[in-house]
């Protein structure tokens, strides 16, 4: 039973572009959480997806956006790439619940020059 | 808000020692908490977390966690320490309000070193 994947691994971009993450989740569980975990720091809540709608959103700006698909993956786009932006990207992936275990992917790591 | 407090960067223990990471928690409400373990270039690893009941929880890898409503606490113990217990560790905490929809809320990490 394949765990959370991610793809890209890492990817480089300069600012002001935009980017596109994907996350796959855990067989079997159909809500996905983002976070971004800047050099340092604990993982940042971004968002989370379920039924193909975004339930909640952190503290984070409509440059982030994302889509949940009928197959329960996932993406996070990433509008005007700032230099801030640069972080490991984690998704991950659960049933719905505030009771459950979230289980996260390695991550992408985003490197903005 | 919630929020999550790791008042270590580093803890530094001995093998075969006894090892606590601390947290301490803001919450409105009853917790729900988590204990990660993230190892250099890879994700999150779930090693246990108290949801309600016995406050004394036992996790993966012989990890525990004791849970005290009056501290707001939930430190991560070990008996024994292992080299390979070496890594990054957050406690992380979401409120039992939203329906679920929440995400969760990581302290800054602490690193755990066992030395040999």
């Known amino acids: 039973d394949a765990g959370v994947t991610q793809s890209p691994t890492h990817l480089i971009k300069t600012r002001g572009q935009q980017v596109t993450l994907r996350c796959s989740p855990k067989?079997?569980?159909?809500?996905v959480s983002w976070y971004q975990q800047a050099l340092g720091q604990g993982p940042q809540f971004i968002f989370q997806?379920?039924?193909?709608?975004?339930?909640q959103r952190g503290n984070f700006p409509d440059r982030f956006s994302g889509h949940q698909f009928p197959n329960y993956s996932s993406e996070l786009n990433v509008n005007a790439l700032l230099l801030g932006d640069s972080a490991l990207y984690l998704c991950?992936?659960?049933?719905?619940?505030?009771?459950?275990?979230?289980?996260f992917g390695p991550g992408t790591r985003l490197t903005v020059l | 808000a919630q929020s999550v407090a790791q008042p270590e960067d580093q803890v530094n223990v001995a093998e075969g020692n006894p090892l606590t990471v601390k947290c301490t928690y803001s919450?409105?409400?009853?917790?729900?908490l988590f204990w990660y373990v993230q190892y250099p270039n890879r994700g999150l690893q779930f090693l246990l977390k108290y949801i309600t009941g016995d406050n004394l929880v036992k996790g993966s890898y012989g990890f525990e966690a004791e849970f005290n409503k009056s501290q707001t606490s939930f430190h991560l113990k070990k008996p024994s320490a292992l080299v390979s217990d070496s890594a990054l560790y957050f406690c992380?905490?979401?409120?039992?309000?939203?329906?679920?929809?929440?995400?969760?809320?990581f302290g800054k990490g602490t690193h755990l070193i066992i030395q040999p």
């Open positions: 991950a992936s659960s049933f719905t619940g505030p009771e459950v275990t979230q289980y």
């Open positions: 919450v409105s409400g009853n917790p729900y």
């Open positions: 067989s079997g569980h159909d809500t």
């Open positions: 992380a905490v979401r409120g039992r309000g939203g329906g679920g929809a929440d995400g969760l809320t």
């Open positions: 997806y379920y039924e193909e709608e975004e339930r």
